[in-house]
C-alpha cells in the first residue's frame, strides 16, 4: 500500500516562500518517479513540476519555471516543492502523486498514487 502524505502548505504574502513536504511509505519510493501538482477552485488539477526516480531530471510547468524547484531525498522517501516569489495566483491546493515507473512523466493521468493535499493560500 502506497501512502502519500504532503504538508508544509499555509498562507502567505505574495513575494514569499513556501516549501512543501510529501513523505512516502514504503520501500520502494526510489524506484518511481514523483510529481507535484495543484487545483484551484473551479480549475482543473495541473502539474507544477516532475521530477525522476533518481532526481537526475526534472519538468516545470510554466507558470511557475524559475520560481519553484522540485528535489528529492530517497533516503529519507520524500519530496520537496521550494516554492518561492510566491503570486496570488498560486493559490490552490497541492498535490503530491507517484508515477507508474521511473521515467518522468507529465501526464496527469498517469499518477495512479495522490496524497490528501496541502492548501497554499498566496495574499496580495
Known amino acids: 500500500q502506497v501512502q502519500l502524505v504532503e504538508s508544509g502548505g499555509g498562507l502567505v504574502q505574495a513575494g514569499g516562500s513556501l516549501r512543501l513536504s510529501c513523505a512516502a511509505s514504503?520501500?520502494?519510493?526510489?524506484?518511481?518517479?514523483m510529481g507535484w501538482f495543484r487545483q484551484a477552485p473551479g480549475k482543473e488539477r495541473a502539474m507544477v513540476a516532475a521530477?525522476?526516480?533518481?532526481?537526475?531530471?526534472?519538468s516545470y510547468g510554466e507558470s511557475v519555471k524559475d520560481r519553484f524547484i522540485i528535489s528529492r531525498d530517497n533516503a529519507k522517501n520524500s519530496m520537496y516543492l521550494q516554492m518561492n516569489n510566491l503570486k496570488p495566483e498560486d493559490t490552490a491546493v497541492y498535490y503530491c502523486?507517484?508515477?507508474?515507473?521511473?521515467?518522468?512523466?507529465?501526464?496527469?493521468?498517469?499518477?495512479?498514487?495522490w496524497g490528501q493535499g496541502t492548501q497554499v493560500t498566496v495574499s496580495s
Open positions: 502523486a507517484r508515477a507508474p515507473s521511473w521515467f518522468l512523466t507529465t501526464s496527469l493521468s498517469e499518477y495512479k498514487y
Open positions: 514504503g520501500r520502494t519510493f526510489s524506484s518511481y518517479a
Open positions: 521530477i525522476t526516480a533518481t532526481g537526475s531530471l526534472t
